[in-house]
């Protein structure tokens, strides 16, 4: 179900008209209204190196029942690696592909790198409820060693390791500070399994078996 054209008369938007009623997607053209699910998006998120992947294999393990778990990279692809500052065509698609996964009935829980002022200025954020963010952080020196030991084609070199410390640092101090807040869950001492149960903890609401 494309979010983004009038079941009526097909017309298409780059910007959807919610009304909160329902809610109840508006069409602008021929004033069509189109209920749809407006469900939570989880965004995974944190600097590369920080675990994201990897607890992205056990949350799809643990969660399949209730929720579809993504992974971002496998959408960075070559007509979506624009050159604007926010990769505006990128966090677009992955907003349409999010909203359009939740009229299944699942909210989807995204994992990969991306902070709200990313999402949360898209026409596209009006199709969900809300979207919360969790962060994966680590001590810097251990998330340096995780880099340099990632197999050559991934092409971490020192000044590009240099780079994501930068920004590792960016988001731990500004994480609070965003609208919304990004909360901080630290993997620098805890199993990926650790991880994994406070992740589902976080999604869910609730204590995970084993936890």
């Known amino acids: 179900m494309n979010l983004m054209i009038c079941a009526r008369c097909g017309a298409y938007t780059d910007t959807p008209v919610v009304e909160p009623d329902g809610p109840v997607l508006r069409c602008t053209e021929c004033g069509h209204r189109q209920p749809f699910r407006r469900l939570p ?11 994201k992947s990897t607890v992205g294999r056990l949350l799809t393990e643990w969660l399949s029942d209730r929720y579809v778990v ?7 692809v070559g007509g979506l690696r624009d050159h604007s500052p926010d990769h505006r065509l990128f966090r677009s698609t992955w907003l349409r592909m999010a ?4 009229q299944s009935g699942r909210p989807v829980v995204l994992c990969g790198t ?7 200025p898209l026409p596209e954020r009006a199709l969900f409820s809300e979207i919360r963010y969790l962060s ?7 998330l340096a060693e995780r880099l340099r030991a990632r197999p ?3 092409c971490w070199d020192e000044p590009r390791i240099a ?4 920004y590792a640092e960016w988001i731990r101090q500004n994480a609070a500070t965003m609208s919304p807040p990004v909360e901080l869950l630290d993997t620098t001492h805890a199993s990926v399994a650790q991880t994994a149960r406070a992740v589902c903890a976080w999604i869910t609401g609730q204590p995970f078996p084993g936890g």
Do not use: K
């Not at 991306?114 to 949360?120: L, S």
């Not at 994966?136 to 251990?142: E, G, K, R, S």
């Open 114 to 120: 991306v902070v709200p002022p990313e999402f949360e």
């Open 163 to 166: 780079e994501m410390l930068e």
């Open 99 to 102: 909203a359009m996964i939740h």
């Open 152 to 154: 050559a084609w991934r």
């Open 41 to 51: 998006l989880f965004s995974v998120t944190g600097p590369s190196g920080t675990g």
């Open 70 to 76: 993504v992974e971002q990279d496998v959408l960075w």
């Open 136 to 142: 994966l952080m680590c001590d810097p020196q251990v």
